[in-house]
């Protein structure tokens, strides 16, 4: 599985846009990039994920760079709901997921 | 749609004990996954199955793992005999296969082994 590199950790004010970045050197044609999050004492949820184009939905947008070398996740307004760890995952021609250490996120009122 | 529903949300036992984790994936969904998670090695995955059948196991720690699907709407993880480092959390997801479709995880169990 190609691997992702992330910040260990990334702070960030109340309704400020927050920039996640992720480098993904070594990503395939075939691989999709998906972002999970994992709010404390809880399971990973979906965030959102794309293969060429920039994608937006409620939650947030990912911006993919024009080489797929790298994608940033980005929250346009955090709010203290959003501390998390976010994960960037390439996922192929499988359904399973390898989660990296991800970036945490602090969000500061 | 209740989501993955995990049982039982925290374990406590003794080393030496079986210990069984269980789980319901979303309706329709025919992919499952297990994974743990620990402070020192991060969301590991255990073993994922499709239309019930197990497709990768790599992640399965030792023999004293074991995980089962018999039917579309239950899978266990069985742990016997149980030691301390298998303290974690456990989680358990689902998906529709082929789709790129998101893995939903259910809340996890806690397991605690003294």
């Known amino acids: 599985d190609a691997k992702t590199t992330q910040p260990n950790s990334m702070e960030s004010n109340e309704e400020e846009p927050v920039h996640l970045p992720c480098n993904h050197s070594?990503?395939?044609?075939?691989?999709?990039i998906h972002w999970y999050r994992q709010l404390p004492s809880q399971g990973p949820e979906y965030v959102i994920h794309?293969?060429?184009s920039n994608v937006n939905n409620r939650m947030a947008s990912l911006a993919i760079a024009e080489d797929r070398k790298s994608s940033t996740l980005i929250l346009h307004r955090a709010t203290l709901r959003d501390a998390a760890v976010y994960y960037c995952i390439l996922r192929g021609d499988t359904d399973k997921l390898i989660f990296g250490t991800g970036t945490r996120l602090q969000v500061f009122p | 749609d209740a989501g993955v529903i995990q049982s039982p949300r925290h374990e406590v036992t003794e080393m030496g004990q079986e210990v069984t984790l269980r789980c319901k994936p979303i309706s329709g969904h025919n992919s499952l996954f297990w994974y743990r998670q620990t402070m020192m090695r991060g969301l590991e995955l255990l073993i994922y199955?499709?239309?019930?059948?197990?497709?990768?196991d790599s992640g399965m720690p030792e023999d004293r793992f074991s995980a089962k699907m018999p039917n579309a709407s239950f899978s266990t993880l069985k742990i016997q005999p149980s030691e301390p480092r298998d303290s974690a959390v456990y989680f358990c997801a689902s998906t529709k296969t082929g789709t790129n479709s998101p893995l939903h995880f259910g809340n996890g169990t806690r397991l605690t082994v003294t």
């Open positions: 794309g293969l060429t």
């Open positions: 199955f499709n239309n019930n059948v197990p497709i990768d």
């Open positions: 070594t990503i395939s044609g075939t691989d999709y």
